[in-house]
């Protein structure tokens, strides 16, 4: 059961680099989601799809772009690499919002920018 | 605005003694409640949801939440800790967006 796979697990960047982190689920989840967590902060939403073709903002959307052309892929792209960015991202997905469905978690991706 | 606090940023807890995990909350409407747990270099799991209905919330590995509505919290419990229960742990209410608002977190400390 692979479930939600986040890839890479680790990377690091320097100041204006850029990078796309990647999500793909195989639940058939419409709603997917890119979180940032930072240290005692809790998680903090970036962006989230509630279908293939449709993203919107969330929380903390600035400096991140996404896309979502098939169920189940939805990457983060990062266009250029600040130091605020150092993170923890997690990619979750979910199977209905409004029926309080649980949300399934990738392990993350640890991300460093130098 | 919908919003959740999780007051301790600890808990250390003997193992085989009782454990509280607090998390108290504000919504507009009725609250929708999450527990979930983290465990080091791994992503959230989910351990249990108060929607309606019962005060008393069964979950995941043994844990129960308490949902009071007069107080408005949503502490998490288990019984007889393990050392193994170590991780840290989330609380979460759902918005009107039905995007869930996250706690800042408790760690959680089992001590043998």
């Known amino acids: 059961n692979a479930g939600v796979t986040q890839t890479p697990k680790f990377r690091i960047l320097k100041i204006g680099q850029s990078m796309t982190l990647q999500c793909t689920q195989d639940m058939n989840h419409n709603y997917m989601y890119w979180y940032r967590q930072d240290p005692g902060m809790g998680l903090k939403l970036i962006y989230y799809?509630?279908?293939?073709?449709?993203?919107d903002k969330g929380e903390v959307p600035n400096g991140y772009n996404v896309s979502r052309s098939t169920t189940e892929d939805f990457p983060l792209r990062l266009e250029l690499a600040a130091p605020s960015q150092t993170s923890v991202y997690f990619c979750?997905?979910?199977?209905?919002?409004?029926?309080?469905?649980?949300?399934?978690f990738g392990d993350g991706t640890r991300l460093s920018i130098l | 605005a919908q919003s959740v606090a999780q007051p301790e940023d600890q808990v250390n807890v003997a193992e085989g003694n009782p454990l509280t995990v607090k998390c108290t909350y504000s919504?507009?409407?009725?609250?929708?409640l999450f527990w979930y747990v983290q465990y080091p270099n791994r992503g959230l799991q989910f351990l249990l949801k108060y929607i309606t209905g019962d005060n008393l919330v069964k979950g995941s590995y043994g844990f129960e939440a308490e949902f009071n509505k007069s107080q408005t919290s949503f502490h998490l419990k288990k019984p007889s800790a393990l050392v193994s229960d170590s991780a840290l742990y989330f609380c979460a209410v759902r918005d009107g967006n039905y995007q869930l608002i996250w706690g800042a977190g408790t760690k959680l400390i089992i001590k043998p």
């Open positions: 979750a997905s979910t199977k209905s919002l409004r029926d309080n469905q649980p949300q399934h």
């Open positions: 799809s509630v279908g293939a073709g449709i993203t």
């Open positions: 919504v507009s409407g009725n609250p929708y």
